[in-house]
T-cell receptor
Framework: AQSVTQLGSHVSVSEGALVLLRCNYS??????LFWYVQYPNQGLQLLLK??????LVKGINGFEAEFKKSETSFHLTKPSAHMSDAAEYFC????????????FGKGTLLTVNP | DTEVTQTPKHLVMGMTNKKSLKCEQH?????MYWYKQKAKKPPELMFV???????INESVPSRFSPECPNSSLLNLHLHALQPEDSALYLC??????????????FGEGSWLTVV
C-alpha cells in the first residue's frame, strides 16, 4: 500500500516569491507520483507526474518537481508565484499492484498575496 | 483533446428523488472512475470501470448505482440519498490505470445538494 503526506495544509506566499509545496510518500515498490491542481469550483488538473527516468520533472504553468528516492519526497516548486496560482494542490501516488487506485494527500491550499 | 464532460454541473434533489449524473470522454480511455469530494478534502474513489466492466466498488452504499453503457459513457444513478451525500462528484478516465503510470483525467464535476 502507498501513502502520501503533504506538509502544510496552507501555504501563503507573496506574488513573485518562490513556491514550495512539500510531499513525502511511502511505497514498498517503485512509485508513480502525481501533482494535481484544483482551482475553485473546478475539477482536478494534472500539473506533472513522475514515472521513470529523469528525476526532475517539468510541468505546466512553470511548475516542476524532483523525485528524491533517498528522501521519499516529491516536492513541487515554482520560482515566481503568480496570483493565478492560488488553488488547492494535491500530491498523489500509485504503483504496480495498486489496481487503479490513486492515493491522494490531504492537499495544500496555496494563497498568493499581492 | 483531454476532456471529460460531466452533466449536470449542479443538481439539487430531494431524499426521495431519483436522478442521474452523466459523464462522457472521447479519448479512447478504457478506465472510467467516479470520485466523491467533500469540501477541503481530497477526492475519494467510489467506482472504477475497466473495459466497461465494474472493477472496483469501494463499499459504496447501494443508493449509488453506476452504469457504463459503452466505452465512452459513464452514469451514476442516485436514489434515496441522504443530506450527507451532498458533495462534488467527479468523473475521470485514463488509458490504463495510474498503477501503470497513466494519468487520470478529471471532469469539472457535478455539484450535488440533497435536501
Amino acid at each position: 500500500a502507498q501513502s502520501v503526506t503533504q506538509l502544510g495544509s496552507h501555504v501563503s506566499v507573496s506574488e513573485g516569491a518562490l513556491v514550495l509545496l512539500r510531499c513525502n510518500y511511502s511505497s514498498s515498490v517503485p512509485p508513480y507520483l502525481f501533482w494535481y491542481v484544483q482551482y475553485p469550483n473546478q475539477g482536478l488538473q494534472l500539473l506533472l507526474k513522475y514515472t521513470t527516468g529523469a528525476t526532475l520533472v517539468k510541468g505546466i504553468n512553470g511548475f516542476e518537481a524532483e523525485f528524491k528516492k533517498s528522501e521519499t519526497s516529491f516536492h513541487l516548486t515554482k520560482p515566481s508565484a503568480h496570483m493565478s496560482d492560488a488553488a488547492e494542490y494535491f500530491c498523489a501516488v500509485s504503483a504496480i499492484g495498486s489496481n487503479y487506485k490513486l492515493t491522494f494527500g490531504k492537499g495544500t491550499l496555496l494563497t498568493v498575496n499581492p | 483533446d483531454t476532456e471529460v464532460t460531466q452533466t449536470p454541473k449542479h443538481l439539487v434533489m430531494g431524499m426521495t428523488n431519483k436522478k442521474s449524473l452523466k459523464c462522457e470522454q472521447h479519448m479512447g480511455h478504457r478506465a472510467m472512475y467516479w470520485y466523491k469530494q467533500k469540501a477541503k478534502k481530497p477526492p475519494e474513489l467510489m467506482f472504477v470501470y475497466s473495459y466497461e466492466k465494474l472493477s472496483i466498488n469501494e463499499s459504496v452504499p447501494s443508493r449509488f448505482s453506476p452504469e457504463c453503457p459503452n466505452s465512452s459513457l459513464l452514469n451514476l444513478h442516485l436514489h434515496a440519498l441522504q443530506p450527507e451525500d451532498s458533495a462534488l462528484y467527479l468523473c475521470a478516465s485514463s488509458q490504463e490505470g495510474p498503477h501503470s503510470g497513466n494519468t487520470i483525467y478529471f471532469g469539472e464535476g457535478s455539484w450535488l445538494t440533497v435536501v
